[in-house]
């Protein structure tokens, strides 16, 4: 057989070969293509999964730039302490899902950060609590919240937006719906008021736009405007809660 001839019939076996491939592939393809209307509505009802609420809790402040994020739900392993740095100013509400440093929970019950000896104590009992030692004023013990509240399973997450001038919004939801204060994103001071559901907007003597739209709704967002009047607004969706009712 001479090249040529030998190319040609290269060339033909290559196109049945392209040809059953395609005729054995497509039906496969077209038979999965559209999901059934149950799988469908099955997918839209399962809920997504909140990976913030994983670490969530009750924050403290232990002092040297740390706060603890006590936990005490038993689905994730029971009671917990999460060690994170937080900024000089941190005051209850703000933001503390920042880096961790260490964390202690049944297995690992001691742990030293930052000059302080922590301890996490009857970590199998009816009162956990996390002790901390080596800190100005001695001493001092936090109980873990209680197995079934909100702050033992993480319900409330919070985090933070700059939203123009100078300004940062804290923004949270939780079981009671989305929140939000303002401060200086400098020195951390609150400046106007508060936003919920209660109080969906700031007052006009605020000095600035600060609305929550669908506060009662499963996807609130926080609009803002802190140029006045002829400029947009801007909007910020709130965090999704760590447990749904």
């Known amino acids: 057989m001479s090249a040529s001839a030998r190319r040609r019939a290269l060339m033909t076996a290559s196109v049945l070969l392209t040809a059953l491939g395609t005729t054995t592939v497509l039906p496969v393809a077209t038979a ?21 609420a994983r670490y969530a809790g009750k924050a403290v402040a232990i002092g040297k730039g740390m706060v603890a994020v006590l936990r005490n739900d038993p689905k994730a392993g029971g009671p917990e302490a999460w060690i994170r740095a937080v900024p000089e100013n941190w005051r209850p509400g703000d933001p503390y899902m920042n880096r961790v440093l260490t964390g202690l929970d049944r297995g690992h019950v001691t742990a030293t950060q930052g000059g302080l000896s922590l ?34 399973r993480g319900c409330t997450i919070i985090t933070q937006h700059f939203i123009g001038a100078g300004t940062v919004a804290v923004l949270s939801n939780g079981l009671n719906g989305p929140s939000a204060f303002f401060k200086d994103a400098g020195d951390g001071t609150r400046v106007a008021g508060v936003v919920n559901r209660a109080h969906p907007s700031l007052p006009k003597s605020a000095g600035f736009l600060a609305q929550i739209v669908d506060p009662k709704g499963t996807a609130p967002k926080l609009r803002t405007n802190m140029e006045g009047g002829g400029h947009p607004a801007s909007t910020t969706p709130f965090p999704a809660p760590g447990c749904v009712k």
């Open 119 to 152: 301890r996490l104590v009857d970590p199998k009992g009816a009162k956990p609590a996390l002790r901390v030692t080596g800190g100005k004023g001695g001493p001092r013990t936090y109980a873990l919240p209680k197995v079934g509240t909100p702050d033992a």
């Open 32 to 52: 999965s293509a559209a999901p059934t209307a149950k799988a469908t509505k099955a997918a839209k009802a399962t809920p997504k999964p909140n990976p913030a």
